[in-house]
Nanobody, 117 residues
Framework: QVQLVESGGGLVQAGGSLRLSCAAS????????MGWYRQAPGKQRELVARITDIGTTSYPDSVKGRFTISRDNAKNTVYLQMNSLKPEDTAVYYC???????????WGQGTQVTVSS
């Protein structure tokens, strides 16, 4: 059974930076993609960044140029570097892993990111 454990959330002032980490225990079949979603109160969960196991990345316009996703396949870990944070980035951030071409997906427990103005 794959488990995802996030770390690195917290409180930061607008304009600041945070780095989230997500470590996966167990093996995830390939091809796969790992990513980060976020959910703010009263809003739907939305994709923040995704990276495939060969390093292809994708971002929505809302975070492009500010957030960078990376992964270390040897450590089964994915990172999210968040710069120039804005109050609207405040949300619970969830790590996700997905086996491409299947319905198999795993979720972390979430980590709170709060950006003060």
């Amino acid at each position: 059974q794959v488990q995802l454990v996030e770390s690195g959330g917290g409180l930061v002032q607008a304009g600041g930076s945070l780095r989230l980490s997500c470590a996966a225990s167990g093996s995830i079949f390939r091809p796969n993609a790992m990513g980060w979603y976020r959910q703010a109160p009263g809003k739907q969960r939305e994709l923040v960044a995704r990276i495939t196991d060969i390093g292809t990345t994708s971002y929505p316009d809302s975070v492009k140029g500010r957030f960078t996703i990376s992964r270390d396949n040897a450590k089964n870990t994915v990172y999210l570097q968040m710069n120039s944070l804005k109050p609207e980035d405040t949300a619970v951030y969830y790590c996700n892993a997905w086996v491409v071409g299947t319905t198999t997906a795993y979720w972390g427990q979430g980590t709170q990111v709060t950006v003060s103005s």
